[in-house]
């Protein structure tokens, strides 16, 4: 350290009493002041009290030197105690009692008076303009009873000039003192005021952000972070610490990192603020948050961007929720546009159910008119019952889609449906398809229509079998898995509670996105024409979803497809009930006649049914809606047997034209048809008394053995 450094250290030190680090600026100024006062004092009385005392004054030297010896007392004390106030009065109370003496004495002779001229400004710098004025006066009042009022005491003789010169120049020098001095404490006070303020708003900014979960941070122009709030270990589980130095992007996912440092590029280029940027970043525990980013940029004072500024918050809950809603959406779109696929499918297979009905029906009565030597003709008519039974078991599979086929509900242990499943496989597929089979559902029952659920397996088997033409693996899995209110909103078709997972997959060649958005639709397929009719999983759709259940699907090129069924759980499984369709019983003995009441809006189906009845000896009446079938039955009470109903029908359905026949006759017995399965209105009729039901198309021996069966009734 030089020489001139140890100086200026020394002369900061005494200056100050040593204080400066602990005080605002004003007391230290002030300290400075006393100091000074101190200094100047000490620096006059010892020359003049040395001179006093070599030049026959003696006791005057020893009075200046025993003031000094005080003033530099005064000094100690305020570098020990600080207590400026204290010693500044003591100091001004020395000096100006030292002046007033000079004055007394006459030793202000000549320009000697000139040295009390700096008393106004160290009076008025320390004790402020109101205390140090009243001073000041007190002291310009003594000095003019020293020079004007002729004391007794007072030794020394001073000419008018001089009395006016100091008297007019020591009120100029105090003007101008309180004046600066005014000025000074008025600035000074802004000054404080401008400062406390200043400090209140960082402190009130401080708080601000270290209160806030938000991450707040402020980069240089290489993007590396100069500050970064404690909202960065809420946010993403580093310390703020050890975030100073890396970049805003080293915190970032790989599938944003670009993006985002593209946004700030451009933001930087244009000296443009970065609004609302939505990044994912990887937390320290591995997991994605969304944050929403602004950022400002920092402008030089060469005018280019040294950083930027900026905020950014945790919007990983609004994501998820805007993701879940997404998928809502979707699934809510999916679901009306299967929805309307099933009506016009179930709608279509309705029509063509009676159609088929017609059809096989006079093919069954051509067979059955013909005789035995129309060998030939019998059997085409045969051929023809054949291709109808076909089609309608397309329709069946239509229905099934549609969740309007006929179903019965038992109990049934899943776990024992795939061991069936898997026995059939093992006779019937490719050797080169492995089965594999892993149970783990630890209650595998659920309530369902075996062969429904059945026919649900067998067709998820054969998609797994075609994906795999080379061979591979089909898998078979079972588990128990149940949904909260939150978990069943992500998948379509859930609601909260208990479900049987049964896992279907392979290992072929997967479906790409395309594919898997249209699996589920009828006649849809990706196979080649002529093997597949695109009905296989839309009757699997259907018959999951008429058990209230779901299905799921996984699938990539090249990776293979599984399908996920859930079924309700145990009890809780509850599908639409539906009466069993009459199985088919003999056919009626020749000559057992009743008056038979045809009702059905297909003229085609009207008509076989006369031609079936009418040949084992019934007498029938057709009608093609169901309020002339009211009329003509109130219009011949006694003379009609037997009803039979087709439940859909315009204007008046079924089941208000059963109603309408009860109430004319309690004991009316009705046969049901329909080309759906028997549903909610068929369940009412017949509960409320209809004695069968029966699915079109019909078969001539199940017609005329149901009709008879009711006639017999009683």
Request: proline share 2%.
């Amino acid at each position: 350290m030089s020489l001139r450094t140890k100086l200026g250290r020394a002369a900061h030190d005494f200056l100050t009493s040593g204080a400066f680090d602990r005080y605002g600026v004003e007391i230290t100024r002030k300290i400075i002041m006393a100091n000074i006062i101190f200094a100047t004092g000490v620096a006059i009385l010892i020359p003049y009290g040395l001179h006093s005392m070599t030049h026959g004054a003696p006791a005057l030297g020893t009075l200046d030197l025993c003031m000094a010896a005080v003033l530099a007392s005064a000094a100690l004390f305020l570098r020990l105690t600080h207590r400026y106030l204290a010693a500044s009065y003591f100091g001004i109370f020395v000096m100006s009692a030292f002046y007033l003496y000079l004055f007394a004495s006459g030793a202000f002779g000549g320009t000697g008076h000139l040295w009390s001229y700096n008393l106004p400004l160290f009076v008025l710098f320390l004790l402020g303009v109101k205390v140090g004025s009243l001073v000041i006066f007190a002291y310009l009042a003594a000095v003019m009873l020293i020079l004007f009022g002729g004391l007794p005491f007072v030794k020394a003789s001073y000419g008018a000039g001089l009395r006016t010169r100091f008297v007019g120049s020591f009120i100029a020098i105090y003007v101008l003192a309180y004046f600066f001095e005014y000025v000074r404490a008025n600035t000074q006070a802004k000054i404080s005021q401008q400062k406390e303020d200043l400090e209140k708003s960082e402190q009130r900014l401080r708080d601000i952000v270290l209160s806030s979960s938000d991450l707040v941070w402020e980069a240089d122009r290489e993007w590396r972070y100069t500050y970064v709030s404690a909202g960065l270990e809420e946010l993403l589980g580093h310390r703020a610490e050890d975030a100073l130095g890396k970049t805003i992007f080293d915190f970032v996912s790989d599938d944003d990192g670009s993006r985002a440092r593209r946004a700030f590029d451009e933001a930087s280029g244009k000296k443009a603020t970065v609004v609302d940027l939505e990044w994912r970043c990887t937390h320290k525990d591995g997991r994605t948050v969304w944050l929403l980013t602004n950022a400002v940029p920092v402008v030089g004072s060469a005018g280019t961007v040294d950083g930027f500024r900026g905020v950014s918050k945790d919007i990983t809950e609004r994501i998820r929720a805007q993701e879940e809603r997404q998928l809502l959406e979707d699934q809510l779109r999916h679901a009306q546009k299967m929805e309307a696929i099933g009506q016009l499918a179930g709608g279509i297979a309705h029509d063509f159910n009676n159609v088929l009905g017609a059809i096989s029906g006079y093919a069954d009565l051509m067979k059955r008119r013909l005789p035995e030597q129309e060998e030939k003709l019998r059997r085409y008519a045969t051929m023809i019952r054949q291709a109808a039974q076909r089609a309608a078991d397309l329709t069946a599979k239509l229905l099934a889609f549609a969740r309007k086929g006929t179903y019965t509900l038992v109990d049934i242990d899943i776990h024992e449906l795939v061991d069936e499943t898997c026995k059939v496989l093992e006779h019937t597929i490719d050797k080169r398809i492995t089965i594999g089979v892993s149970l783990e559902a630890d209650n595998p029952h659920v309530q369902g229509d075996r062969p429904q659920l059945q026919n649900v397996l067998i067709n998820l088997a054969v998609n797994a079998r075609d994906a795999m033409p080379q061979g591979g693996e089909m898998r078979f899995a079972t588990r128990n898995v149940c949904f909260d209110e939150h978990e069943s909103r992500r998948h379509a078709g859930a609601r909260p509670g208990s479900y049987v997972r049964i896992s279907v997959s392979d290992t072929g060649h997967g479906m790409d996105a395309g594919v898997v958005e249209h699996i589920f639709e009828p006649f849809f397929t990706t196979k080649e024409p002529g093997k597949g009719t695109g009905l296989g999983l839309a009757s699997v759709y259907g018959s999951v979803k008429s058990h209230q259940g779901f299905i799921e699907i996984d699938s990539a090129l090249g990776r293979g497809t599984t399908f996920d069924v859930y079924l309700p759980a145990g009890a809780e499984a509850s599908a639409a009930s539906g009466a069993a369709a009459l199985s088919g019983g003999t056919r009626g003995k020749q000559g057992e006649s009743c008056a038979v009441l045809v009702v059905d809006d297909e003229e085609t189906v009207r008509e076989v049914f006369r031609e079936m009845l009418e040949d084992i000896g019934c007498t029938v009446v057709a009608v093609g809606t169901g309020r002339e079938a009211v009329e003509y039955y109130r219009e011949h009470p006694g003379k009609i047997d037997v009803v039979v109903l087709d439940m859909i029908m315009p204007a008046m359905g079924g089941l208000q034209c059963f109603r309408e026949l009860k109430k004319t006759d309690p004991k009316v017995k009705v046969v049901l048809s329909s080309g759906y399965t028997v549903g909610e209105e068929g369940r009412h009729a017949l509960d409320e008394g209809a004695l069968a039901f029966l699915h079109k198309p019909v078969d001539s021996d199940d017609l005329c053995a149901a009709v008879l069966k009711a006639a017999r009734a009683r």
